[in-house]
Structures are given as C-alpha cells and as structure tokens.
T-cell receptor, first 113, second 114 residues
C-alpha cells in the first residue's frame, strides 16, 4: 500500500510569488491535514479537509489556502510569499480524521528567497 | 489553551541503555489522545506510540513504553535497549477526541552514542 505522497519534495520561490503544494493520501483515506514545520514555531496545524470540505483551520493568514478533490488528493496554496513562509510543509492523511491514526508524508521543503 | 511542552531540547544515550523523554501538556478536555512521533532525517513523521486518555494502563510497543500520569498531565516516553536507528527528533503530541487537529511539542532531539 503506497504511503502519503507529497510533491514536490523541494521548492525555491521568490518573495511575492505564489506556490502550490500537492498531497496524495493513502488510498481510501478521506481526511487530509496540513502542517507547517519551522525551527522557531515547531509544527503548527494549517487546515484539514474531509470529503472536499474544510473541516478545521489553524491560525494562519488568508494567504494560506487549500482544497481537496473528489479523489481525496489535496493541494495547498500560499500566495504573496514572505521569507517567513520558508518551512517544511507536512501532509497527513487518515481514514476519517478525528479518531483514526494520521499517516504523514515526507513533506515539501519550501525556501523563499 | 491546549499546549504541549517538551523541556529537553536534546538528549544523548549510550547504545543499549535506557532513556526517558519528558512531556507535559495542558488541557481542560477529558477525552483525548496522546502520541509520541519520531522524525528521522528523512523527515517523515512516524507514530511511535499512542495513549487514550481514558485508559489507565500505560501503552507499550516493543522497546517503547510510556508513563502516563493523567492528573499531573505528564506523558513521558521510555526507550529501552536504545539502538542507533532510534536517533531522531521525537515529538510529543495531543489530540482532542472530537477533533482532528494534532498539537505538537517543540521536540527532543535524541542522539545515540555507539
């Protein structure tokens, strides 16, 4: 069974640009969550999608958005990139969210220059 | 506010020895899960062990066990017979049962000395 796949693995962008990250969950999983990991703030919850609907959202500005497709694949978009957006972005999938175990991908390392 | 605190940024242990990683958390909820995740250099977060708050018995997974003190809001991880492959960043985490958001501590980097 394939794990959670995140693409791309590495990304370098310039300030002001926008970026889209992709996450393919484990087959059959309907919940996808996104986390931002930085040395200073640690791991912080961005949002969670279930059956194409955003069910939960963390405390991030509106520049951070996401969506989920009918096949449960999810994308995360960051517009007007700032230097502080440089981070490892992790995606986690689970069957139903809530009471089921979350499986993480290897992340996308975003560097904003 | 729900918070998870790991007071040890880094720890070292000799191979084959036992090490305990500390974690405390703060919550007003009564129904929740606690986790320890391992993040090796590959960056993939791997679940090591989980504990349901309603269970008094401490969870055990092979060489990994926890000491769950609900009243003290403490959740430490003990690694027995440490192996070189245990070297990684370890995160203590918490999730309310009715929610999907996982709240992580800042992590403890564990070094295994050969």
């Amino acid at each position: 069974k394939a794990g959670v796949t995140q693409t791309p693995r590495y990304l370098i962008k310039t300030r002001g640009q926008q970026v889209t990250l992709s996450c393919s969950p484990i087959s059959g999983h309907r919940s996808v969550s996104w986390y931002q990991q930085t040395p200073g703030q640690g791991l912080q919850f961005l949002f969670e999608y279930f059956s194409e609907t955003q069910r939960n959202k963390g405390n991030f500005p509106g520049r951070f958005s996401g969506r989920q497709f009918s096949n449960s694949r999810s994308e995360m978009n960051v517009s007007t990139l700032e230097l502080g957006d440089s981070a490892l972005y992790l995606c986690a999938s689970s069957l139903e969210g809530k009471n089921t175990e979350a499986f993480f991908g290897q992340g996308t390392r975003l560097t904003v220059v | 506010a729900q918070t998870v605190t790991q007071s040890q940024p880094e720890m070292s242990v000799q191979e084959a020895e036992t090490v305990t990683l500390s974690c405390t958390y703060d919550t007003s909820e009564s129904d929740y899960y606690l986790f320890w995740y391992k993040q090796p250099p590959s960056r993939q977060m791997i679940l090591v062990i989980r504990q349901e708050a309603y269970k008094q018995q401490n969870a055990t997974e092979n060489r990994f066990s926890v000491n769950f003190q609900k009243a003290a809001k403490s959740f430490s991880l003990k690694i027995s017979d440490s192996q070189l492959g245990d070297a990684a960043m370890y995160f203590c985490a918490y999730r309310v049962n009715r929610d999907d958001k996982i709240i992580f501590g800042k992590g403890t980097r564990l070094h295994i000395l050969p």
